[in-house]
């Protein structure tokens, strides 16, 4: 068995990984409060992906996000206040109340994914087109099938 190397111990791997997703999130933020949506944190993606266009109910979120009823219902709180998201009653359950992304969440949104086609372009220009996508391939053939995962939220903070 090889020996690990002591200049690349094994917990700099995650603690790297992290730093890359923690820049491009920063980055991502940044621009868009430049872009006029300064209420949005990472948290915040994540919820309105969960969400997602049909709209859900909070106990829903809760269990797409990995978090309880009552932290996925603050959120929504937060998100209704700043006017991301929305409740309305549930047109086929009278006895529902849905919540959904509002126009001002799907433009949040839609920027983000601008923004990170924008990030991506940059990262190539700095460490070349090929080792991005080679980046990419590499992290594909590690990652689990599932790698797109809503859950985030409540994984860290369990």
Known sequence: ????????????????????????????????????HPELRPLHGFVLQAVGMDGTTATELGQRLGISKQAAGKTVDRLVEVGYLERVDDPRDARRRLVRVT???????????????????????????ERVDAIEDDLRTVAST????????????G
């Open 1 to 36: 068995m090889a020996s690990a190397d002591p200049a690349r111990p094994g917990f700099q791997l995650p603690l790297l990984l992290l730093a890359g997703f923690r820049t491009l999130i920063d980055d991502l933020h940044a621009e868009l409060a430049r872009q006029g």
């Open 103 to 129: 126009p001002r969440g799907a433009d949040g949104l839609r920027r983000s994914a601008e923004i990170f086609d924008t990030l991506r372009r940059q990262w190539a220009e700095r460490l070349g087109a």
């Open 146 to 157: 599932n790698w797109f995962r809503l859950d985030m939220p409540g994984w860290f903070g």
